[in-house]
């Protein structure tokens, strides 16, 4: 394959594909590829792809459709899925709809030049078997779509949870966590850079580990390290598994002003009786034992969460479980999803997926509609408090603008100061909705 072609990544899914899309992108680059942001220009068209619900799945399938249709205007064209539907999807995209000429899973990057030689030389490229000690540990990722203020590092990959409904641990494999020394040389090169906020990613971060001569560091102690780099980066997380979430991490937290006061702590049903079936490994009352954990060491802390509604055998009173377990943490902020059986998963081969879409359709929006009255309670009750927060870029609605976040990651709106991206500034909150707080800088 002819160098200096451009290729063009489109991604979906998780965050964790944006920062896999990012060392796509190094690899490729330093293989002598050029990076294009324009779909159109592309010589090879990348697709990072999320399985985790039918829907993202059907989304990437009317994508690759699009995809194909350009290749009337460019026969050239070469097209190539990456990601969690890549092992899954591969003979059926490629045999039977012509769609794509490589695949590549989630632990396959680096091969990707080899690949696309492969693909070069006339023949079709499929890589998806998954490692056991793959991290991209030495791979600097190019920043795609950034706004030079946050970044997103990967310090782990798979995951070993094995929720009854979760795809994640057949697409992305065994469990492994990165080595913390090159960690920490990323966020203090992206410190150097002119980023400010760096986002540690994993799919239960609580268990990541690294052994380096006789000392094991811990994530609490992985924290500590990278808030030392300096007081103005601030270091936040996602995933935690409520079942593994510490004190010692908590207490980490509160002792570090850089470390946010955000944590996401997906609770996905109320019900213990769910919870059991999804294979959580936490009831109910131990959940909320964390939670009171949080607000007694980190006070001011915000918490959001993923719920499930649907899931396999849930009864109304399973669902009335989660409504209230919503009101009593009264959470900031939620991701919420109707269950989406998932073959290879526990629950696809020993539940039914027994509850009916309408009925489905319903929760959901109870759930939604709950969540939106406390995320204006929890903003209102901001209203006249000051916030340290860091600018992150012009606001969307209007130029005299701007917005950034603050430590508990929710975004504020306010008049535009000297002070631009990637400097804090203090800021009195006059109003709020449920998505926003609005403000002056003081
Ligand atoms: N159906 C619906 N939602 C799911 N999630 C994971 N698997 C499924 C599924 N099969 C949700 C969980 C998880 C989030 C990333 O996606 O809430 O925390
Ligand atoms: Fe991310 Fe899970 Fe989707 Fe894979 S399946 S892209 S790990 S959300």
């Known amino acids: 394959m002819k160098k200096n072609k451009k290729i063009y990544i489109e991604t979906y899914g998780c965050q964790m594909n944006i920062s896999d899309s990012e060392i796509v992108a190094s ?25 985790i619900r039918e829907n993202a799945e059907d989304r990437v399938r009317k994508r690759l459709q699009y995809f194909k249709s350009l290749r009337k205007m ?10 969690c539907m890549a092992d899954r999807t591969k003979t059926a995209l490629m045999e039977e709809e012509q769609l794509l000429d490589l695949v590549a899973g989630p632990d396959s990057y680096r091969h990707l030049p080899q690949l696309l030689e492969q693909v070069g030389t006339g023949s079709r490229a499929i890589d998806t078997i998954l490692s056991v000690d793959e991290t991209y540990a030495d791979i600097k990722p190019v920043r795609l779509d950034s706004n030079g203020v946050s970044a997103f590092i990967s310090i782990m990959r798979g995951c070993e949870n094995y929720c009854s409904y979760c ?5 992305r494999g065994q469990e492994r966590s990165r080595d913390a020394a090159s960690i920490i040389r990323e966020s203090l090169d992206l410190f150097e850079k002119g980023y400010r906020e760096i986002t540690l990613l994993g799919q239960n971060v609580n268990s990541y580990t690294w052994k380096t001569g006789d000392r094991s560091i811990t994530f609490a102690s ?21 079942k593994d979430i510490s004190d010692e991490l908590l207490q980490t937290i509160a002792r570090h002003p850089n470390l946010c006061k955000a944590i996401h702590l997906p609770v996905q049903s109320g019900s213990n009786h769910m919870l059991g079936l999804m294979n959580r490994k936490y009831t109910r009352e131990q959940y909320q034992e964390r939670i009171l954990a949080i ?4 006070p001011g802390c915000a918490i959001s969460t993923d719920i499930i509604t649907g899931f396999c055998g849930e009864t109304e009173n399973d669902h009335l479980d989660t409504l209230s377990m919503m009101e009593w943490v009264g959470y900031d902020t939620a991701f919420m999803f109707k269950y989406s059986e998932r073959p290879l998963t526990l629950a696809a081969d020993t539940m039914k997926d027994d509850v009916p879409e309408e009925v489905k359709d319903r929760r959901l929006k109870e759930i939604i509609d709950l969540q939106q009255r406390l995320s204006f309670a929890n903003n209102q009750e901001d209203v006249g408090k000051t916030f340290e927060i860091l600018v992150e870029g012009k606001s969307k609605r209007s130029d005299r603008q701007y917005f950034g976040r603050n430590s508990q990651n929710k975004v504020a709106v306010f008049t535009k100061t000297q002070s631009g991206p990637g400097e804090y500034v203090m800021v009195k909150i006059n109003s709020a909705t449920s998505a926003t707080l609005l403000g002056e800088v003081v």
């Open 74 to 83: 460019n026969p050239d064209l070469l097209i190539g899925l990456l990601g």
């Open 27 to 51: 690899i490729l680059t330093v293989n002598g590829y050029d990076y294009t942001h324009d779909l159109n220009a592309a010589d090879i068209i990348f697709i990072n792809t999320c399985s």
């Open 167 to 171: 795809v994640v641990p057949s697409t």
């Open 222 to 242: 992985l924290l500590e390290q990278i808030a030392g780099i300096n007081p103005l980066m601030r270091i936040r997380f996602a995933t935690s598994h409520p």
């Open 295 to 298: 607000r007694n060491i980190i």
